[in-house]
């Protein structure tokens, strides 16, 4: 599939920000015996797999496209820590705002180690003066941010030392996914074989574990030339092989969800994202306009959640409350801050629309940018 500037991968970006948020909301508002046939959809659709195989797809076409590894670190830092930055910000002052009195003992010392695991890549770490929040985090759902940062980095490497660009390369990948797989099975199924939650976290919250997952996308993103006739078009039979996979694990007493869903099933849904982004690729297109809320929905909708257990909301109107706030907060983060940033990414594999009267510093970069569009006007996306 040599033309990638039709799809749908913003579209499934949101589907997976959406799930976890709902997700988050139901279990902590106890709404998913409300939520009926619609939970259970919801539920065997697990945003952070779904998300982890579309990094692994675009970023490393991203990679792949970019003439210098420095364009390839300054353009995976410009998606992630902007809109980051700036939820920390205005989450922590909100936060010591209006749920002070939930916070616990802070210490100069600890806050400072805090606020360094959070602006750097340790997003994982929410020490004890948080706990007592409704969500015993700040901020829980950024544990994935220390996880896809890990995987930027690991990329470049994996390239170099499994040379994937070379014709072996599929076989590399496979050998090295089988590895991490083992892992995965390993924390997944044998939480008895870490003593102490440290030993367990050290594990969980590392690339090992998951890298399998983000080959997958890797693996569809350099065979998607040889495997168009697989997925494009597909996305209604690739939802009932996924309904029978589900079934048959489901009656195995495999897990069917979460993320920690059961291989066989995580396989299947690989394939499901892919289907789902070239079956009528322009949908997306025509229904967001190119404006990415996922990332905004996904960052901020756990300190909101904070705010509505704090604020005892009534049960039936948490979950509508909880999307409306969180896509107030990430249309304000794509325009005002992720937009404006993603601008200034070097031979990114699309274009980031200018504003309509551009300012000085859009101009004097206008040239370079064409420049890295005429480069990429064959293929299209990620973040």
């Known amino acids: 599939m040599n033309d990638w500037r039709d799809n749908n991968f913003d579209l499934i970006r949101l589907g997976a920000a959406l799930q976890v948020a709902i997700g988050h909301t139901a279990s902590h508002f106890r709404l998913w015996d409300a939520l009926g046939p619609l939970g259970s959809v919801v539920s065997v659709f697990p945003g952070v797999p779904i998300f982890f195989v579309v990094s692994g797809l675009l970023v490393s076409r991203s990679f792949e496209q970019s003439h210098r590894l420095g364009d390839y670190l300054r353009n995976r830092c410009l998606r992630i820590y902007p809109a980051l930055w700036v ?28 606020w360094g695991a959070q602006m750097s890549v340790a997003q994982f770490w929410q020490p004890a003066f948080l706990q007592g929040l409704g969500t015993h985090a700040l901020n ?6 220390t996880i896809e940062l890990q995987y930027y980095i690991a990329l470049p490497l994996l390239y170099s030392v499994l040379r994937l660009r070379t014709a072996r390369g599929n076989v590399a990948l496979i050998v090295c996914g089988l590895a991490s797989l083992a892992v995965y099975l390993l924390v997944t199924t044998r939480r008895d074989w870490f003593p102490t939650w440290n030993s367990f976290a050290l594990v969980t919250f590392a690339l090992v574990p998951y890298l399998w997952i983000f080959i997958l996308g890797m693996l569809i993103q350099r065979n998607l030339s040889r495997l168009r006739g697989l997925f494009a078009g597909k996305l209604l039979l690739w939802l009932a092989a996924y309904g029978v996979v589900t079934w048959l694990a489901h009656a195995a007493g495999w897990r069917i969800g979460g993320n920690a869903m059961n291989p066989a099933s995580l396989l299947v849904l690989a394939g499901v994202v892919a289907s789902a982004a070239f079956t009528l690729p322009s949908l997306g297109e025509r229904l967001l306009r190119r404006n990415d809320l996922s990332y905004g929905i ?41 937009k404006p940033f993603l601008r200034r990414k070097r031979h990114a594999l699309r274009d980031v629309p200018a504003p309509a009267h551009p300012l000085p510093s859009d101009v004097h970069n206008a040239r370079g940018h064409q420049e890295g569009v005429r480069h990429a006007k064959d293929i299209a996306l990620p973040r």
């Open 140 to 145: 829980g759902s950024l544990w994935t941010i």
């Open 298 to 338: 996904y960052i901020y909708h756990a300190p909101l959640l904070n705010l509505l257990l704090a604020a005892a909301v009534w049960r039936a109107l948490a979950l509508p409350v909880l999307l409306l706030l969180a896509g107030v907060a990430a249309a304000g983060s794509w325009w005002l801050v992720e």
């Open 87 to 114: 939820c920390l910000v205005v989450t922590a002052i909100g936060t010591a705002w209006l749920l002070s009195g939930e916070l616990g003992e802070i210490t100069p010392g600890r806050w400072l180690a805090w």
